[in-house]
Nanobody, 124 residues
């Protein structure tokens, strides 16, 4: 089993930046793909970014491409999401997820472990 805990969320103004962290425990996640999803009130959970094991591949949703950067530090069993140029439409609960696969799925069905989420609020 893998446990995931997100941190780094908060309230920020439009154009600001936040860095989210996803700390994992239970077993090494070096070979697991990791991803960030987000869910706004009344909306479905949507894909934000994903990174393969050993950071060989990355994928981003079009809505965040060029503004967000996903990374990982396997020595610390932690994944990150650097968010720059934040917009009010980025407001959501951000969840990290881990998949027992070398692929980097973009759907929630592709992930086996989930964190409880951290709230990101962007004011206009």
């Amino acid at each position: 089993q893998v446990q995931l805990v997100e941190s780094g969320g908060g309230l920020v103004q439009t154009g600001g930046s936040l860095r989210l962290s996803c700390a994992t425990s239970g077993r090494s996640i070096s070979s697991h793909s990791m991803a960030w999803f987000r869910q706004a009130p009344g909306k479905e959970r949507e894909f934000v970014a994903a990174i393969s094991g050993f950071a060989l591949s990355k994928n981003y949703a079009d809505s965040v491409k060029g503004r967000f950067t996903i990374s990982r530090d396997n020595a610390k069993n932690t994944a990150y999401l650097q968010m720059n140029g934040l917009k009010p439409e980025d407001t959501a609960v951000y969840h990290c997820a881990a998949a027992r696969t070398v692929a980097i799925p973009t759907s929630t069905d592709g992930y086996d472990f989930w964190g409880p989420g951290t709230q990101v609020t962007v004011s206009s």
